[in-house]
Nanobody, 114 residues
């Protein structure tokens, strides 16, 4: 079963913005921390941002000040607002639960290029 569905990726020029969404099909959602990850060919998947059940957040240094993670528990959805995008942000972006991760979804491709 597909439990994580990412969307919102696309092609954007440097300096542009995108908003990614991740819909989680779990019956229970609000008690779990959620994270956004990204991966490029030849590199391991890296944690970009995370949000805990209480609403606190953490960000990788590379995206701090540019990305914002948020969640809507009623919609069982996690968002990643990405501003001031750089070419090095190009990657496939994935979401997952932090402490007890599910099978990875297909992700959504973000390409930052002129």
């Amino acid at each position: 079963q597909v439990q994580l569905v990412e969307s919102g990726g696309g092609l954007v020029q440097p300096g542009g913005s995108l908003r990614l969404s991740c819909v989680v099909s779990r019956r229970v959602f609000s008690i779990y921390g959620m994270g956004w990850y990204r991966q490029v060919p030849g590199k391991q998947r890296e944690l970009v941002a995370r949000i805990f059940s209480g609403g606190s957040t953490n960000y990788a240094d590379s995206v701090k000040g540019r990305f914002t993670i948020s969640r809507d528990n009623a919609k069982k959805t996690v968002y990643l607002q990405m501003n001031s995008l750089k070419p090095e942000d190009t990657a496939v972006y994935y979401c997952n639960m932090i402490e007890t991760p599910l099978t990875w979804g297909k992700g959504t491709l973000v390409t930052v290029s002129s």
